[in-house]
Each structure stands twice: as C-alpha cells, then as structure tokens.
C-alpha cells in the first residue's frame, strides 16, 4: 500500500520561512520524480517544484525562494520557503510521479497561510 504522509505548513507571517516534508512507503522511492504542488482557493492546482535524482525544477514565480530537495534512504522529500507571500497561500500537496510509467501519488495536504 502507497503512503504519502505530508507534515509542516502552517501560519506563518510575509517575510517568514516555513518547511515541508513528506514521508513515502510501499515505493521504490528512488524510481520517482518528486513534485511538490499547491492549489490556492479558486485556482488550478499547480506545480510548485520538482526533483528527479539531483535536477529540480521550479515554478518562476518561487524561483529563489524555494528550495526542493530529498533524501532517499529517509524516502522522504522536503520543500523549505523562505522570503514567504502572501500569495502563496495555498494548500500543499506532495507528489510522486514514477519515472517508468503512469504511476502517479499525492499526499493528504498542508495549508500554508501567509498572512499578518
């Protein structure tokens, strides 16, 4: 049975940093492009950033900020920002994309808020 178990996000004030993690099992973690996506009210969910082995991606418009990363004997993969918006208030949702085929995993969600 696939897992993804999401912690961290929160409240969190413009200017602030925040962390997410999130936990993978029943996966052979190191065959899956890792994704971190989020989804703000009224919006198309949208990518946020990516890792396959050690090359990441990013959406322009956290380029700088954000920073994705992973750690495959945890199986875990982790998406710190810093230098928060207000605008980037969404839900978090954590993904699992399998380099080989159509497998594809989310995560339960995060709220992030960014506000005063």
């Known amino acids: 049975q696939v897992q993804l178990v999401e912690s961290g996000g929160g409240l969190v004030q413009p200017g602030g940093s925040l962390g997410l993690s999130c936990e993978a099992s029943g996966i052979t973690f190191s065959t899956y492009r890792m994704g971190w996506y989020r989804q703000a009210p009224g919006k198309q969910r949208e990518l946020v950033a990516s890792i396959t082995g050690s090359s990441t991606n990013y959406a322009d418009s956290v380029k700088g900020r954000f920073t994705i990363s992973r750690d495959n004997a945890k199986k875990t993969w982790y998406l710190q920002m810093n230098s928060l918006k207000p605008e980037d208030t969404a839900v978090y949702y954590c993904?699992?994309?399998?380099?080989?085929?159509?497998?594809?995993?989310w995560g339960q969600g995060t709220q992030v808020t960014v506000s005063s």
């Open positions: 993904n699992a994309d399998w380099t080989y085929g159509s497998l594809n995993y």
